[in-house]
DNA sequence: CCAACAATGTGATAACTGTCACACAATCGT
DNA sequence: ACGATTGTGTGACAGTTATCACATTGTTGG
């Protein structure tokens, strides 16, 4: 795969990964092939935008027909990096780390979560799947080191999230994927993105709140 | 509250979530007064960018000495319009659904979730606090209206969102939040956020790979 | 009261991102 | 064989967002 160059828009990435979610859910054997209108439509994209994000990587498509879906998607799949499995935790087994550890569509996308850790002492021990059972904090270090893993996802209260990024990191982590409302401190060197439900909604919030005093 | 102007970009409003949600952290007592810098350090934010930020919507703090903490959270809460509760359901009492209805930030912040809503049979009519028992999906309609609620939470799986989406309008809606990973059509002027977490994933894979291959 | 200082608010500028029009390549029908 | 048609790829342009420098204004200590 080339990269034409280094400066890709993250809003562009964000796309492709819109882009590659839609085309999975297409049945590839009545829609073999897919045009920049199409998927923009579906994808509530212009059909210029979707061409110029692909541009970024090379051409994929065929002009005057459009894309083979199933290639295209398997490009993007290796553009975004996730046409093989990046070995995940889940740290904080709470109501949204069960969630998260419970939900299946990772597994086939990419990301397969083959630990978790908490450090409350009643849950400790608890299977989750037949491969994974819940581990004390403590062992975040070992583990991550010793099973390679790639990516956290810190699921923990606030107060604690610096705390296991920190064991995170000493252990040997890639990325970091934060849930908690806080922002962590990592070094260069890691890669870190928050998920932050809560200024979605205050989003959501200023939005109505314009319309409402418009 | 002034507004200069109505092209405020998107990215300052979800800054202004960060600035907020800190300030809320902090001790007020300790900490009378903060100044850009300190704010900026604490939100990973340029000192610039937060005075930009909020010049937008006119002049908070005093030159020479920074801005009053209790005070420019107000007006923050007061600019995002999360100065009140906006009454809230969520459809799709699932795992996700679950952790989103028991997370109790969301009630001090401005959102007070009133209405829950499941088609499964065997979730129907569960308490979940003292006022919140699961409803039907068929009493969406008539749910929202009577209760005049302005935000609905879309947690079901991907294939009923456009259902449900489409009942909340109905109803009266003025607001969705969606987190299912498909692009829902609602009329321009019902306003729609999604929570896409597995993009979030798919770009953290995106720059672990951007890294290994450089 | 004034000078030294501290930190805001903002216009100018640079960097980035999206839009558009159209050249170009492949296909299809005759 | 070739003109008509379709839909891609991309350079030029427009719009948006972030950065920077500094003028401005309030505070404090002598
Ligand atoms: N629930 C939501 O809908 C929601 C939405 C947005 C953000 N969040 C954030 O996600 C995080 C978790 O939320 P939740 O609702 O699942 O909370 P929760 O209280 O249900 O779960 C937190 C879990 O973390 C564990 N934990 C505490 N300290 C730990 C440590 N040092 N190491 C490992 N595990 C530890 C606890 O034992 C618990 O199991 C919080 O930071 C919250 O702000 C939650
Ligand atoms: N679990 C996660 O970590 C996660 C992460 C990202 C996105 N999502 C998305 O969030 C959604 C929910 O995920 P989940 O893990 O909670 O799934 P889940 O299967 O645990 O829950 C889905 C719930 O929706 C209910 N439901 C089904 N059809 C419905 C309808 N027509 N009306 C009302 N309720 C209905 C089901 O009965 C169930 O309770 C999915 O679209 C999923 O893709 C989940």
């Given at each position: 795969m080339k990269t034409k160059d280094n400066k890709i828009p993250e809003a562009t990435i964000k796309r492709l990964s819109t882009y590659v979610n839609y085309l999975g859910r297409l049945g590839t054997d009545s829609n073999p092939v897919i045009s920049s209108e199409i998927l923009g439509e579906s994808c509530q994209v212009s059909p210029a935008q979707i061409r110029k994000d692909l541009s970024y990587f090379g051409e994929f498509g065929v002009r005057g027909v459009g894309y083979d879906t199933k290639k295209l998607e398997a490009e993007i799949k290796d553009i975004l990096g996730i046409n093989h499995s990046w070995p995940t935790t889940v740290i904080g087994v709470g109501k949204l780390g069960q969630a998260l550890l419970n939900f299946d569509f990772f597994r086939n996308h990419?990301?397969?979560?083959i630990a978790a850790f908490d450090s409350d002492p009643g849950k400790?021990?608890?299977?989750?799947?037949d491969e994974i059972s819940i581990l004390p904090t403590g062992d975040i270090e070992k583990t991550v080191n010793e099973k390679q893993i790639s990516i956290g996802i810190i699921t923990t209260p606030a107060d604690w999230a610096q705390d296991v990024a920190d064991r995170l990191i000493a252990g040997g982590i890639k990325g970091i994927l934060n849930f908690a409302p806080i922002k962590v401190k990592v070094p260069d060197s890691i890669i870190l993105r928050n998920v932050s439900i809560t200024s979605e909604l205050d989003n959501l919030a200023y939005l109505l709140t314009q319309k409402k005093r418009q």
């Amino acid at each position: 795969m080339k990269t034409k160059d280094n400066k890709i828009p993250e809003a562009t990435i964000k796309r492709l990964s819109t882009y590659v979610n839609y085309l999975g859910r297409l049945g590839t054997d009545s829609n073999p092939v897919i045009s920049s209108e199409i998927l923009g439509e579906s994808c509530q994209v212009s059909p210029a935008q979707i061409r110029k994000d692909l541009s970024y990587f090379g051409e994929f498509g065929v002009r005057g027909v459009g894309y083979d879906t199933k290639k295209l998607e398997a490009e993007i799949k290796d553009i975004l990096g996730i046409n093989h499995s990046w070995p995940t935790t889940v740290i904080g087994v709470g109501k949204l780390g069960q969630a998260l550890l419970n939900f299946d569509f990772f597994r086939n996308h990419g990301f397969r979560i083959i630990a978790a850790f908490d450090s409350d002492p009643g849950k400790i021990g608890a299977r989750i799947t037949d491969e994974i059972s819940i581990l004390p904090t403590g062992d975040i270090e070992k583990t991550v080191n010793e099973k390679q893993i790639s990516i956290g996802i810190i699921t923990t209260p606030a107060d604690w999230a610096q705390d296991v990024a920190d064991r995170l990191i000493a252990g040997g982590i890639k990325g970091i994927l934060n849930f908690a409302p806080i922002k962590v401190k990592v070094p260069d060197s890691i890669i870190l993105r928050n998920v932050s439900i809560t200024s979605e909604l205050d989003n959501l919030a200023y939005l109505l709140t314009q319309k409402k005093r418009q």
